[in-house]
């Protein structure tokens, strides 16, 4: 983790906070927490707060390997950006209105996303720190909608 640029890894673990918040709010007692924005301190709010703000967190990582793929002196190729979509389109064609079922479907989509950040890294085409910041985290946020699932 030392060789990452340090507001890399102050902004990703920052990140994580609504991620942990979420799972919080589905283990403790409903009210146990202070509110966070529209979400509720309670097992349903953080479910919901889990399902959207994973949602919008993979886009956005997502969008990361497709600027990757793509940055200034690179051609990318129908490979790396068709892979670059395929999880913002997995949650769109799978995410349901049910935030249990949905953290489900979330973790596979982060564990596929891992898939496809490693592939590219076999490939370097992401700097040559990514994985070693995606790897820990990736495992922190799916343990979070772990707890938004099964919890």
Known sequence: MSDIP?????????????FLYGAASV????????????FEPSPAGGRALL?????????FMAGCSWGFAS???????WIELGLS???????F??????PAASCTVLIYAFAGLLAIES?????????WWWLSLRIPLTIAVCICLMIG???
């Open 149 to 151: 699932a099964f919890a």
């Open 51 to 59: 399902m959207f703000y994973g949602t919008i967190i993979l886009s």
């Open 6 to 18: 340090k507001p890399a890894l102050i902004l990703a673990w920052a990140g994580l906070l609504p």
């Open 93 to 98: 064609f799978f995410l349901t209105d049910d």
């Open 27 to 38: 283990l403790l007692p409903s009210g146990s927490l202070p509110g966070f924005g529209p």
């Open 119 to 127: 592939w590219f890294a076999r490939q370097t085409v992401v700097v």
């Open 71 to 77: 940055r200034h002196g690179r051609r990318p190729g």
């Open 85 to 91: 979509v395929v999880p913002p389109l997995f949650i």
